[in-house]
């Protein structure tokens, strides 16, 4: 094929071609070499201290690095390997099997792998800083701090950075799916029809958008204490003991709550995935449509929403108090009903269909009982009474790995069931089963003693002597565990080579649209439109969807289709038909020259090394070091001139001709992306705002402003700040009308004013916040700083968060009045009404924070 | 909307935010602080619901966009208010 058709990326065998590709397809299997490298990062840790754990005591690695060793293999595990691994799935398949040719943002997808990529990279790296973190996966505070860190602690703050990083991957990526979910379906596609497996990811990225950023604030304000010397997770010393009554009593359950509200819906982010997984094997492999396909969608969006009111039961050994600890009994318990649901829906699938035990099957149903084992034992720890008995034991490690590594599980049969589709060979069947068998027993091997070694304190490496059998035969069943992937990496590495050629599908009965197009499938994915409209998967010609569009643009959709899950008796016909009509279409499609421009760009990979740069010179800058500095300075700067060149960059996706959107027919792809990545930012402020709140409740809401605020911290200047902001908002929705008029000189001035507003913003922040660093009162007589009381950090952390947000708004401002000069958006207006909308956001905003810090 | 409409609405947010400042500089923070709290945060509500209907155009987008923004402010209503009452 021609580098044309190839938009302008280079052959697969170029290395060039795996940093300059935004190819969804591209992009999901380097997420899934990328996520199989940090399983075995955090994979060879755990035999590391599955050794250490043979005997009692730390004689192997030592204290330090046994902690390192546990708290890093946590946070590999969970962050770098099973959600990556899943998202390779997802970008691989989701646009093939909702009938799109790419994600919405091809260079925004590149920038998400390349920021996951470096930020385990700087994981990586923070053990050559002295230490890592050692503090557990779930980093609470105060041990997460500098304080409670030993050594300079550079290492912690790079893992903290690192998290940040891939916090914001995870973010541009929730974006991204969810916009392309809604305005790229194809032609007849409701959003309840399609294929499973991208049902689950939708759901998946919906719960990813609104928990990563409450993570993302938690995980901002922790880099403050570290870097910048705020006060929000730090305890007061008194002498050489905590001093709980300090200034700041809600540090240590402010984490928790922020962590905990992520954290929870992280646990079925992780697993959504596998579900979906395991529900395309078991239709595929029992040739049924799966039972009770709407009550297992329906069970789904319940988990989804009840996520995010359960987070309360990580928590039922703090001293939060009886009534809410009773709530979130029951939330926690109602949660597990719509499990029951799908996981009989999944044994009745079984039950109706005929049973082929394939390599994906066996280890689909392999996931499934280990988590039903895991789902039992959780009940335990759900209800408050057995918690106070399980909590902080080895009963929780070996609840939380029958959960997540079955979800693990059920993604290596996933691997295993769309390696032909990616690679366009078949593996070692036999081999494949064998591993499974091996994999299965060392799991059970090495997860079930614990149960019954379920009094060892977790993260503690000393144990009581009675349990030393348990473990041995724990550290046995992790190296039989390991052993199994040796079989598996094996089996895939060799069959790239040897492996079979398989043709569209190679596995019968399976019905979602991947399985209609060649293995691997042609860079456009489709030889035509998708379309459902007439009940099944057609590709339409360039002249019927011109008759289609005709009048009425981006019309779609009569007729619905069942995209998923043959039944026994039609399942293949539904394939049969699909292939036939794939194979009878021409494999390259020509609709017009716009199609075919370059999709390859190198800034993606760049903006995500320069980040990386930053990132390593931020986690020093505390000490001082000329070193940390320079990279911090080198790294912002390449970071600004990589965004700017990407942003100069022609990159041309444009919207499919033909489409299904509901429910957002009338919002453009962009407009949409943006509202997006607002609801985002709305609970990233929510959860700044609600950590003022909360440290506030903790200390006296009254009490606060008498005790921990100087009397020169006066309302004028928020005042001021207000009617400035307000009055820039004023004038973007002005220069939008002025656009339309199509009056350069209106939009020009329109946003000059915009910008010279939000600048005087700024200077007016920045006058008063000097003011107030350096007044000498009887109350505050070395001023009144970030590190003065928690009340300053708070103050200065959540306007300078929103200061940073303005500062980002007058970049974009600034780019936008050199084009408004230039001729740009007259008679278009839409660029500016995006601009407005985050502008708009952050003026929302500030309505909220100027009587909260400045008036109450 | 035309520049009328967006000029109306501009005036009515700046009237709000100025009646904020009023309600602190007639004492009324000190002498009864919740009802200033309540007036005070009720004004921020009207204000910012006024931004996203006329300026962000909620108004004239699909309810669906509505429903979005709503997801992003009950996840942190719901943050925020079962914290805090975790430790009353």
């Given at each position: 094929m021609s580098?044309e058709h190839e938009h302008?990326l280079?052959?697969k ?8 590709t935004t190819n969804h397809k591209d992009i999901g299997v ?58 390779g799935f997802a970008n691989y398949l989701v646009p093939l099997q909702i009938g799109a040719d790419d994600l919405a943002f091809p260079?925004?997808n ?66 991204n799916f969810l916009t392309t979910m809604y305005r790229m379906r194809a032609e007849g596609l409701r959003m309840r029809d399609i294929p499973i497996f991208s049902l689950s990811i939708n759901l998946t990225v ?67 995935p596998?579900?979906g997984v395991m529900a395309e094997c078991f239709q595929t492999f029992t040739g049924r449509r799966l039972v009770g396909r709407k009550?297992f969608i329906?069970?789904m ?48 699938t079984?039950?109706?269909g005929r049973?082929r035990?394939t390599?994906p ?53 996933g691997?295993?069931y769309w390696y032909p589709k990616i690679t366009g060979k078949m ?74 050629d398989v043709g569209p599908n190679p596995w019968e009965y399976a019905t979602s649209a991947e399985w209609a197009v060649s293995s691997p499938p042609a860079l456009e994915n489709f030889p035509g439109v998708p379309s459902y409209a007439t009940g099944k998967l057609e590709f339409l010609d360039d002249e019927t969807v011109a008759e289609r569009t005709e009048g009425t643009p981006g019309a779609a959709a009569h007729g619905h289709a069942a995209t998923d899950g043959g039944t026994a008796t039609d399942g293949g016909a539904v394939t049969a038909r699909a292939a036939a009509t794939a194979t009878a279409m021409e494999p390259a499609h020509e609709v017009g020259g716009e199609e075919h421009a370059?999709h ?52 041309h996706a444009p919207e499919m001709a033909i489409a299904e959107r509901w429910p957002f027919e009338r919002v453009e792809k962009?407009?949409l992306g ?183 | ?61 699909p309810?669906a ?24």
């Amino acid at each position: 094929m021609s580098q044309e058709h190839e938009h302008g990326l280079p052959p697969k065998s170029s290395v060039s071609r795996w940093f300059l590709t935004t190819n969804h397809k591209d992009i999901g299997v380097l997420y899934l070499i990328t996520a199989l490298f940090f399983l075995l990062f955090g994979g060879v840790l755990a035999l590391l201290f599955r050794l250490e754990l043979i005997t009692s005591g730390a004689d192997l690695l030592g204290s330090m690095g046994y902690n390192q060793a546990v708290s890093t293999h946590g946070l590999l595990m969970v962050f770098w390997f099973i959600s990556p691994f899943a998202f390779g799935f997802a970008n691989y398949l989701v646009p093939l099997q909702i009938g799109a040719d790419d994600l919405a943002f091809p260079r925004l997808n590149a920038l998400s792998y390349w920021l996951y990529l470096f930020s385990g990279i700087l994981m990586g790296v923070s053990f050559f800083q002295g230490t890592t973190f050692a503090g557990g996966w779930t980093m609470y505070a105060p041990l997460n701090t500098p304080a409670y860190i030993p050594g300079e602690g550079l290492g912690a703050t790079s893992v903290v950075l690192a998290l940040i990083m891939f916090t914001a991957a995870v973010t541009l990526g929730s974006v991204n799916f969810l916009t392309t979910m809604y305005r790229m379906r194809a032609e007849g596609l409701r959003m309840r029809d399609i294929p499973i497996f991208s049902l689950s990811i939708n759901l998946t990225v919906w719960m990813m958008l609104f928990a990563f950023a409450a993570l993302l604030a938690a995980l901002m304000i922790l880099a403050s204490d570290h870097i910048l010397g705020t006060t929000y997770f730090q305890y007061s010393i008194d002498g050489t003991t905590m001093a709980t009554d300090a200034d700041n009593p809600g540090a240590s359950l402010l984490w928790a709550h922020l962590f905990w509200f992520f954290g929870h819906p992280e646990v079925y982010i992780v697993f959504f995935p596998a579900l979906g997984v395991m529900a395309e094997c078991f239709q595929t492999f029992t040739g049924r449509r799966l039972v009770g396909r709407k009550w297992f969608i329906i069970s789904m969006v319940l988990v989804a929403l009840q996520s995010f009111v359960v987070w309360m039961h990580h928590m039922f050994l703090t001293g939060i108090n009886l009534p809410i600890k009773t709530i979130f009994m029951a939330t926690t318990i109602g949660i597990s009903l719509p499990f029951d649901l799908m996981v009989f829906s999944l044994i009745y699938t079984m039950a109706k269909g005929r049973v082929r035990f394939t390599t994906p099957f066996l280890f689909s149903l392999g996931a499934l009982i280990l988590f039903i084992i895991g789902g039992i034992t959780g009940v335990f720890l759900g209800a408050i009474v057995l918690d106070y008995q399980f909590r902080g034991t080895y009963w929780v490690v070996a609840h939380f790995h029958y959960v997540m590594v079955s979800g693990a599980t059920a993604l290596f049969g996933g691997l295993y069931y769309w390696y032909p589709k990616i690679t366009g060979k078949m593996y070692n069947q036999t081999l494949g089963k064998i591993q499974f068998g091996v994999y299965f027993l060392g799991f059970n091997l090495l997860y079930f003693p614990m149960f019954l070694a379920w009094e060892t304190p977790r993260r503690v490496f000393v144990y009581p002597e009675g349990l030393q059998i348990w473990h041995s035969m724990a550290t046995v069943g992790g190296f039989v565990l390991g052993a199994s992937f040796l079989i598996m990496f094996y089996n895939l590495f060799v069959s790239l080579w040897r492996g079979e050629d398989v043709g569209p599908n190679p596995w019968e009965y399976a019905t979602s649209a991947e399985w209609a197009v060649s293995s691997p499938p042609a860079l456009e994915n489709f030889p035509g439109v998708p379309s459902y409209a007439t009940g099944k998967l057609e590709f339409l010609d360039d002249e019927t969807v011109a008759e289609r569009t005709e009048g009425t643009p981006g019309a779609a959709a009569h007729g619905h289709a069942a995209t998923d899950g043959g039944t026994a008796t039609d399942g293949g016909a539904v394939t049969a038909r699909a292939a036939a009509t794939a194979t009878a279409m021409e494999p390259a499609h020509e609709v017009g020259g716009e199609e075919h421009a370059s999709h390859a760009s190198f800034w993606p990979f760049l903006v995500s090394l320069a980040g990386f740069v930053t990132f390593l010179g931020l986690s020093g800058v505390r000490t001082g070091s000329v070193f940390y500095l320079s990279l911090a300075t080198v790294g912002g700067i390449g970071t600004f001139g990589s965004l700017l060149g990407m942003t100069r960059e022609p990159f041309h996706a444009p919207e499919m001709a033909i489409a299904e959107r509901w429910p957002f027919e009338r919002v453009e792809k962009m407009k949409l992306g943006m509202w997006t990545f607002l609801a985002s930012d709305i609970v990233l402020f929510g959860a700044f705002i609600g950590s003022y709140a909360f440290v506030r409740v903790a200390y006296g809401w009254t009490a606060w402003h008498h005790d921990l605020i100087p009397a020169e911290h006066v309302t004028m200047p928020g005042l001021i700040n207000t009617y400035l902001l307000l009055t820039s908002s004023f004038l973007v929705v002005i220069a939008m009308v002025a656009a339309e008029r199509e009056s350069k000189r209106g939009t020009v001035a329109a946003l000059v004013g915009t910008f010279a507003l939000g600048v005087g913003f700024l200077i007016n922040k920045g006058l008063e916040w000097q003011h107030l660093f350096h007044i000498h009162t009887e109350a505050f007589p070395n001023g009144w700083n970030l590190s003065t009381n928690i009340a300053s950090s708070t103050f200065y952390l959540t306007t300078g968060l929103h200061g940073a947000h303005v500062t980002i708004g007058l970049i974009i401002c600034a780019y936008m009045t050199v084009r408004a000069w230039n001729g740009a958006y007259q008679g278009d207006d839409r660029a500016i009404e995006y601009f407005g909308l985050y502008w708009h956001f952050v003026d929302i905003v500030w309505l909220f924070l100027f009587p909260l810090f400045y008036i109450l | 909307m035309d520049w009328k409409g967006y000029t109306v609405i501009y005036v009515v947010l700046f009237a709000f935010a100025t009646a904020q400042a009023v309600v602190e500089f007639t004492g009324l923070v000190d002498s009864a602080y919740w009802v200033a709290f309540a007036l005070i945060m009720v004004l921020s509500v009207v204000k910012a619901v006024g931004v996203a209907a006329y300026y962000q155009h909620l108004r004239w987008e699909p309810r669906a966009v509505t429903y979005l923004v709503l997801g992003g402010t009950v996840a942190a209503l719901a943050l925020t208010g079962a914290a805090a009452y975790s430790i009353l």
